[in-house]
Nanobody
């Protein structure tokens, strides 16, 4: 069983940057995919980005060109670098790990973009 734990959220001004981290207990080397999702107040949870084991990085159109997903297998950690943030990026960000037909979710980290 895997346990993702997110960190790195906070309050940032529009145009600013944050880097979220997701540390996963157990090796992420054999995980099929790692994903970031977000959920804004009053809205459905939406997918943000994928990083597939040995495959491409894929982004939602709303964050393409601004967010970058990466992984460090040695640290069992996946990152989400977020640049040029806008108030519309305000949400709780969740890390998701898919392995062996199961999905594992973290508890989320709050990102607030406000002046």
């Amino acid at each position: 069983q895997l346990q993702p734990v997110e960190s790195g959220g906070g309050l940032v001004q529009p145009g600013g940057s944050l880097r979220l981290s997701c540390e996963v207990s157990g090796s992420i080397f054999s995980i099929n995919a790692m994903r970031w999702y977000r959920q804004a107040p009053g809205k459905e949870r939406e997918w943000v980005a994928n990083i597939i084991n040995g495959g491409p990085k894929i982004y939602a159109d709303s964050v393409k060109g601004r967010f970058t997903i990466s992984r460090d297998n040695a640290k069992n950690t996946v990152y989400l670098q977020m640049n040029s943030l806008t108030p519309e990026d305000t949400a709780v960000y969740y890390c998701n790990a898919a392995k062996g037909g199961f999905e594992y979710w973290g508890q989320g980290t709050q990102v607030t973009v406000s002046a």
